[in-house]
């Protein structure tokens, strides 16, 4: 996040929760670890929801990949649904062109990854 934050100031105000909709959202489907705009907030902006489990299963790098991932959606801003591809991609170009971080895919589950070398 300090990273991050001397990047884009703006991410100063951005606030990290916990969210149990989010931890039903990953035991749906164990890729999802993060959302942004939740749909149980009243006022969604700068929030980053995560699930419990990011934490206990996942190593930093994806960790911050994610984290990366999320910011990208705060500055792209909500997309409508049927842009659910494009929203993902375009989360991740805002990361390239404003922090210069290239997310990757790590498989098995296609897991947001970045290496943390590129964080200082
Ligand atoms: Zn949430
Ligand atoms: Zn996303």
């Known amino acids: ?28 489907d164990s890729r ?15 929030v980053v929801c ?4 990011a934490f206990v299963e996942l190593p930093p790098e994806h960790i911050a990949g ?11 801003g909500p997309m409508e649904e049927s842009a659910e591809y494009d929203a993902e991609r375009e989360a991740d170009l805002a990361v390239l062109e404003r922090l210069g971080v290239a997310i990757k895919y790590k498989r098995p589950k296609l897991i947001q990854r970045v290496s943390l070398k590129k964080l200082v």
């Open 50 to 53: 995560w699930a419990e489990a």
């Open 32 to 46: 999802l670890y993060a959302h942004s705009f939740c749909p149980r907030l009243a006022r969604p902006g700068n």
């Open 66 to 76: 994610i984290c990366l991932h999320e910011l990208g959606h705060q500055m792209v």
């Open 1 to 28: 996040m300090k990273f991050a934050i001397r990047k884009v100031p703006e991410f100063k105000h951005i606030i990290h929760v916990y969210c149990r909709e989010c931890d039903r959202a990953h035991q749906r």
